[in-house]
């Protein structure tokens, strides 16, 4: 089981969302980025992608399915994504389970969005 060991804050335009991350080698890389600015891709109507400036250590289980909220590391971006809708995902996909944007945040209002930043909380 992971333990949540960081939080991390997530704006766009004016709306926050907190992200607790995962204890993982992924999301202590991400943290090593922090601040960071994001421009933002939507994709099949379902995440949010951005690029990295480098890629991340690779670490865990592909994700095989992912929930609403759910933040993922994507391998051949090397990139990370932010999921707004359930989504089955194909095996060895390259998705890398980061943490979760906390369950009182509307995900479906980060579809709107096209820029973020995120920040140590």
């Known amino acids: 089981m992971n333990h949540h060991t960081q939080q991390v804050k997530v704006k766009s335009g004016e709306q926050i969302w907190v992200l607790n991350l995962n204890d993982c080698p992924a999301s202590r890389g991400l943290m090593a980025f922090l ?3 994001l421009r933002l891709t939507d994709l099949f109507g379902v995440q949010k992608y951005a690029r990295l400036p480098e890629a991340l250590t690779e670490s865990g289980i ?4 992912a929930e609403i909220g759910q933040v993922a590391y994507w391998a051949p971006g090397p990139g990370i994504v932010i999921f707004y809708r359930q989504y089955q995902l194909m095996p060895d996909s390259g998705f890398y ?3 979760k944007i906390d369950s009182g945040a509307n995900m479906l209002n980060i579809g709107q969005h096209n ?3 995120m920040e140590i909380s």
Do not use: A, D, V
């Not at 592909?62 to 399915?65: G, S, V, Y």
């Open 35 to 37: 601040p960071l600015s």
């Open 62 to 65: 592909c994700m095989q399915k």
């Open 97 to 99: 389970l980061l943490g």
């Open 115 to 117: 820029e973020l930043r």
